[in-house]
Nanobody, 121 residues
Framework: QVQLVESGGGSVQSGGSLRLSCAVS????????MGWFRQAPGKEREGVAT???????IYADSVKGRFVISRDNSKTTLYLEMNSLNPEDTAMYYC???????????????WGQGTQVTVSS
């Protein structure tokens, strides 16, 4: 059974930082493309960053230069380092995995339950 469990969310002030983690089990980690998504109240889910099995990355324009996606193959864990946070980053953040899809669309097979990030001004 594939499980993706996010952690690391919380409340921070504008300009602060957080690091999200996504622990993956029951899945062929090394062949997986992974992604981070977010959904704010009343808005559609949007892709934030994605990383393929070779380590190539894609970022949404809104987070370029502030967020960094990475993966630790030894720990089968995905990370999202978020810096210079602002209130527009407030959302539920989800990680996702897929054996083939690499992009910021929602075509990932497996999803976590999410972790809340709240940024106050």
């Amino acid at each position: 059974q594939v499980q993706l469990v996010e952690s690391g969310g919380g409340s921070v002030q504008s300009g602060g930082s957080l690091r999200l983690s996504c622990a993956v089990s029951g899945y062929t980690w090394r062949s997986a493309c992974m992604g981070w998504f977010r959904q704010a109240p009343g808005k559609e889910r949007e892709g934030v960053a994605t990383i393929d099995k070779a380590g190539r990355t894609i970022y949404a324009d809104s987070v370029k230069g502030r967020f960094v996606i990475s993966r630790d193959n030894s720990k089968t864990t995905l990370y999202l380092e978020m810096n210079s946070l602002n209130p527009e980053d407030t959302a539920m953040y989800y990680c996702a995995a897929d054996p083939y899809y690499y992009g910021l669309g929602s075509s990932f097979d497996y999803w976590g339950q999410g972790t809340q990030v709240t940024v106050s001004s």
